[in-house]
């Protein structure tokens, strides 16, 4: 993963798997209605679906799409998971405040039941996001005067739009699986790290080593050592990405007394992966870049910035927002990462914030 580029599929699901945790693929809206006959069925539908069987092919997990939401969520809260479960929801954003707040419930149980035996259930929430242009601050010719004035524009629009309690139920976000688009055909849907086409039998029998490095790290999780300075590490962190510059300070930047221990999991995942059996700060520093991004709310617009009450004109606030816009904007499109703002944050953060000797 690039310092901001968002983690590949393969290995968000392993540690998801592993940590039974839910999380986020983020797809670009528009690009499989291009490529995929009208006559095929959701091409997120079938990446997912067909990447997790690359990933699991003999582990016997049963994956549920979402058709119905409304429905759907009221059959898995009636219904009892024997072995282990993964439930695609196509459009996490399009769901009802009733159906987040139904999701949640849901999700809260599923955890609740994962503790207590093996079977359990994970969500993954597709988002799909598209790179909108910030409105511009300028006045053009013909605008009407009785238009909302340029205080109420979002010049950092945000690609995930459900409620903040739904949100962090997910702990992260991932680019999508890769799929091959020279045929409409489902065969031609592939992960890039688990093309075996033309594998040799010893790069086969690594890979398999690969697919059942989970199981071990399940195992061994807990025996992974985290000093006290690295949780202070990861503390500092928090305090300094809750009073940056560019998030919500009203909302603690989106990060709350629970990221303490996602990002401690998540750096054990990423120890043991490794092959280590203790937590150092570049793990910590991966964990971040991982992590905090999605769960960071921005200022988006000047009444959301906190230095308007200690004097700051608003106008220049706006300025300095759109051309933070201007500037994501074109770096989404390069790094294919909606998230690219965020992720910068997080890194202006790890590199103030002094690790632990």
Same mark, same amino acid.
Request: charged share 25%.
């Given at each position: 993963?690039?310092?901001?580029?968002?983690?590949?599929?393969?290995?968000?699901?392993?540690?998801?798997?592993?940590?039974?945790?839910?999380?986020?693929?983020?797809?670009?809206?528009?690009?499989?209605?291009?490529?995929?006959? /009208? !006559?095929?069925?959701?091409?997120?539908?079938?990446?997912?679906?067909?990447?997790?069987? %690359?990933?699991?092919?003999? =582990? #016997?997990?049963?994956?549920?799409?979402?058709?119905?939401?409304?429905?759907?969520?009221?059959?898995?809260?009636?219904?009892?998971?024997?072995?282990?479960?993964?439930?695609?929801?196509?459009?996490?954003?399009?769901?009802?405040?009733?159906?987040?707040?139904?999701?949640?419930?849901?999700?809260?149980?599923?955890?609740?039941?994962?503790?207590?035996?093996?079977?359990?259930?994970?969500?993954?929430?597709?988002?799909?996001?598209?790179?909108?242009?910030?409105?511009?601050?300028?006045?053009?010719?013909?605008?009407?005067?009785?238009?909302?004035?340029?205080?109420?524009?979002?010049?950092?629009?945000?690609?995930?739009?459900?409620d903040g309690w739904l949100k962090h139920k997910f702990w992260f976000a991932c680019a999508p699986p890769y799929l091959n688009f020279d045929s409409s055909s489902e /065969? !031609?849907?592939?992960?890039?790290?688990?093309?075996?086409?033309?594998?040799?039998?010893? %790069?086969?029998?690594?890979? =398999? #080593?690969?697919?059942?490095?989970?199981?071990?790290?399940?195992?061994?999780?807990d025996d992974v050592f985290v000093g006290n300075n690295v949780k202070r590490y990861i503390l500092d962190i928090m305090v300094h990405l809750r009073t940056h510059r560019?998030?919500?300070?009203?909302?603690?930047?989106?990060?709350?007394?629970?990221?303490?221990?996602?990002?401690?999991?998540?750096?054990?995942?990423?120890?043991?992966?490794?092959?280590?059996?203790?937590?150092?700060?570049?793990?910590?520093?991966?964990?971040?870049?991982?992590?905090?991004?999605?769960?960071?709310?921005?200022?988006?617009?000047?009444?959301?910035?906190?230095?308007?009450?200690?004097?700051?004109?608003?106008?220049?606030?706006?300025?300095?927002?759109?051309?933070?816009?201007?500037?994501?904007?074109?770096?989404?499109?390069?790094?294919?990462?909606?998230?690219?703002?965020?992720?910068?944050?997080?890194?202006?953060?790890?590199?103030?914030?002094?690790?632990?000797v």
């Amino acid at each position: 993963m690039g310092d901001h580029s968002l983690p590949d599929f393969q290995t968000c699901l392993k540690f998801s798997v592993t940590a039974r945790k839910s999380f986020l693929c983020m797809y670009r809206d528009g690009v499989a209605d291009e490529k995929l006959a /009208s !006559s095929m069925p959701s091409a997120c539908d079938i990446q997912l679906k067909r990447a997790i069987s %690359e990933i699991y092919p003999t =582990a #016997g997990m049963k994956v549920t799409v979402m058709k119905s939401t409304t429905e759907s969520l009221d059959s898995l809260a009636t219904t009892h998971v024997q072995d282990f479960e993964i439930v695609i929801i196509p459009d996490v954003n399009s769901l009802s405040r009733p159906d987040q707040a139904k999701l949640v419930r849901v999700m809260r149980e599923s955890e609740i039941s994962s503790e207590k035996a093996q079977a359990g259930r994970i969500f993954i929430g597709v988002v799909h996001w598209n790179n909108q242009l910030p409105p511009s601050s300028a006045t053009k010719d013909g605008d009407d005067a009785s238009k909302p004035t340029q205080k109420t524009r979002v010049f950092l629009p945000a690609c995930i739009h459900i409620d903040g309690w739904l949100k962090h139920k997910f702990w992260f976000a991932c680019a999508p699986p890769y799929l091959n688009f020279d045929s409409s055909s489902e /065969s !031609s849907i592939s992960t890039r790290a688990t093309d075996h086409t033309g594998a040799t039998g010893e %790069e086969e029998q690594e890979s =398999a #080593g690969k697919r059942s490095v989970v199981v071990d790290e399940e195992a061994n999780l807990d025996d992974v050592f985290v000093g006290n300075n690295v949780k202070r590490y990861i503390l500092d962190i928090m305090v300094h990405l809750r009073t940056h510059r560019l998030t919500y300070n009203a909302k603690a930047g989106g990060v709350y007394t629970s990221s303490l221990d996602s990002v401690i999991l998540l750096s054990r995942l990423m120890s043991l992966h490794s092959g280590r059996m203790f937590v150092s700060p570049s793990h910590v520093k991966e964990a971040s870049m991982w992590y905090f991004p999605m769960h960071l709310e921005l200022v988006r617009r000047s009444s959301m910035d906190s230095s308007l009450l200690y004097g700051s004109d608003p106008e220049l606030v706006d300025d300095m927002l759109e051309k933070l816009g201007k500037i994501k904007f074109e770096e989404v499109n390069e790094f294919e990462n909606p998230l690219f703002l965020e992720s910068l944050v997080v890194k202006n953060v790890i590199g103030k914030v002094v690790p632990p000797v």
